[in-house]
């Protein structure tokens, strides 16, 4: 079973930044970060293939965050720039069995999921 941890959430003022931290317990897969917020839908933030050959990000997000990966340290990371109130939310990282070219942006189509990190962005 593979095991997904987050790390680096906290809180910062607008306009701040935070990188976020995904560690696998083994494997490579496409991976992605999504985010929730009480009584809404888990949104899908961004997403990056098992090769780092293709990324996408949420409209709401690009230009802002940066989604990378380091295959060595099966670990994933979410630059978070030009923070607002608005991305405050549960983050949390997830990944797609087997070696997809496809980045995904269902939530159904992520088999592992991490336990998620709190970000609070204060105005």
């Known amino acids: 079973q593979v095991q997904l941890a987050e790390s680096g959430g906290g809180s910062v003022q607008a306009g701040g930044s935070l990188r976020l931290s995904c560690a696998a317990s083994s494997g490579t897969f496409t991976m992605g970060w999504f985010r929730q917020t009480p009584g809404k839908e888990r949104e899908f933030v961004a997403g990056?293939?098992?090769?780092?050959?293709?990324?996408i990000y949420a409209d709401s997000v690009k230009g802002r965050f940066t989604i990378a990966r380091d295959n060595a340290k099966n670990t994933m990371w979410l630059q978070m720039n030009s923070l607002k109130p608005e991305d405050t939310a549960v983050y949390s990282c997830?990944?797609?069995?087997?070696?997809?070219?496809?980045?995904?942006?269902?939530?159904?189509?992520?088999?592992?999921w991490g336990q998620g990190t709190q970000v609070t962005v204060s105005s």
């Open positions: 997830a990944a797609v069995a087997g070696l997809s070219f496809y980045v995904p942006s269902l939530v159904s189509a992520y088999d592992y």
């Open positions: 990056i293939t098992w090769n780092a050959g293709s990324s």
